[in-house]
């Protein structure tokens, strides 16, 4: 059974990094794309970065560009995401998503048949 797992949320001062994980399993097939969203409260759903797998192309959030970085071990089936100088308007609930289906860039929420859970990640002022 297809199965994402993160890791890596917590609290953290603004400026600081924080480093998260996607782990997954079950997936049959090594071509589709995992994207990390965000949710805060009173907020819609918003995609932040996104890999694919088959071939390490990477995509960003205009929010994200230069602070955060995507990147895959596929030996661990595991996705990161490395967030540094991180700012009080990062809090959120962060996801990882994945898609079977290849548009070549990041895929809108609605395509992501495949979630984990999600990890809080607080960033204080």
């Known amino acids: 059974e297809a199965q994402l797992v993160e890791s890596g949320g917590g609290l953290v001062q603004a400026g600081g990094s924080l480093r998260l994980s996607c782990a997954a399993s079950?997936?049959?097939?090594?071509?589709?794309?995992i994207g990390w969203f965000r949710q805060a409260p009173g907020k819609e759903r918003e995609g932040v970065s996104c890999i694919s797998i088959a071939d390490g192309i990477t995509y960003y959030a205009a929010s994200a560009k230069g602070r955060f970085t995507i990147s895959s071990d596929n030996a661990k089936n595991t996705v990161y995401l490395r967030m540094n100088s991180l700012k009080p308007e990062d809090t959120a609930v962060y996801y990882c998503?994945?898609?079977?289906?290849?548009?070549?860039?990041?895929?809108?929420?609605?395509?992501?048949?495949?979630w984990g859970r999600g990890t809080q990640i607080t960033v204080s002022s």
């Open positions: 079950g997936f049959t097939s090594d071509d589709y794309i």
């Open positions: 998503a994945a898609t079977l289906v290849n548009l070549g860039t990041c895929a809108p929420v609605s395509y992501y048949a495949y």
